[in-house]
């Protein structure tokens, strides 16, 4: 496997879709740091701007305003050959369903050379085997069975084997765990975890999952293109928004849901919010 793994930064990041004559702001000045190393859940409803990040950080979008550092290179300035080489040596990508990432035709090992054959020389005679890989994520036994004969749960860790045979630094997963029941859900983010911090790497994982958030040590979450939450486990955090809103904490926004009313209290250097009674 490769070794440390990729720091991000983005600074006021913004991403523009035209829809016909119509602009979509999709990203409204988005200000993120990811240590190397660090896994992070990204949270957030639908069309909130995590699958455009998420894009943007594989390299595969380039943002129309604002800046965005990957492993310290600037990929809004950088040109597109510098571009196409930190993505295929540094990024790995899982996208939403298993067989969107594999040729269902192949085998495993098989999915693992063509995952491979952007890297360079260079890259490829220190990367583990293939085999080895397919060991390290229990997939030996099935190795040369066609991806479309494995079950999903076996789809997903051949996915994941394809997302790091290259010894990516930063793992960029799309709910990944989806489509999986709890059991298959929890042993394929585990490996996940596990494969991501046996090399140092970094990992950013969309879900929509409390549950598979709450087993990362950092949740970001989004909403209308802006970072809203951006805490530890165990420390829930807000972000202040531009039109001064501050989203309440997910275990807080389900009990006090919308329509509630809150009082405000000054402690000294602390604010007190109550619920008032109705």
């Not at 390299?59 to 196409?84: F, I, K, M, N, Y």
């Not at 079950?151 to 045979?165: D, K, P, T």
């Amino acid at each position: 496997m490769s070794g440390s793994g990729v720091a991000l930064s983005c600074e006021g990041l913004v991403q523009i879709y035209r829809i016909g004559d119509s602009q979509v702001a999709a990203l409204r000045g988005i200000d993120l740091v990811v240590g190397a190393g660090e896994q992070v859940a990204l949270m957030g409803p639908s069309g909130s701007g995590k699958s455009t990040l998420l894009g943007l950080l594989a390299g595969v979008l380039r943002p129309s305003a604002g800046r965005l550092t990957l492993d310290g290179v600037d990929t809004v300035r950088t040109d597109d050959a510098s571009l196409r080489r930190l993505r295929a040596t540094r990024v790995g990508t899982l996208l939403q369903g298993a067989p969107r990432n594999l040729l269902g035709h192949l085998d495993a090992v098989q999915n693992i050379g063509f995952a491979r054959r952007a890297a360079p020389p260079q890259t490829r005679r220190r990367l583990p085997a293939p085999m080895e890989l397919l060991d390290a994520v229990g997939l030996a036994d099935v190795a040369r069975t066609p991806i479309a004969r494995l079950s999903g749960g076996e789809q997903q860790r051949a996915a994941l084997a394809a997302a790091i045979a290259n010894g990516p630094g930063l793992v960029l997963a799309d709910e990944p765990t989806s489509e999986l029941d709890t059991t298959a859900r929890d042993q394929v983010l585990d490996l996940m975890r596990r494969t991501t911090a046996s090399t140092g790497g970094t990992l950013v994982l969309v879900t929509h999952d409390p549950a598979v958030a709450a087993q990362l040590p950092r949740s970001i979450v989004l909403r209308d293109g802006r970072v809203v939450a951006d805490s530890e486990q165990g420390d829930p955090t807000s972000v202040v928004t531009e039109d001064g809103q501050v989203p309440l904490p997910a275990a807080l926004a389900d009990e006090w849901p919308a329509g509630t009313r809150v009082s405000f209290h000054r402690d000294g250097d602390s604010l007190r919010l109550t619920k008032e009674d109705t």
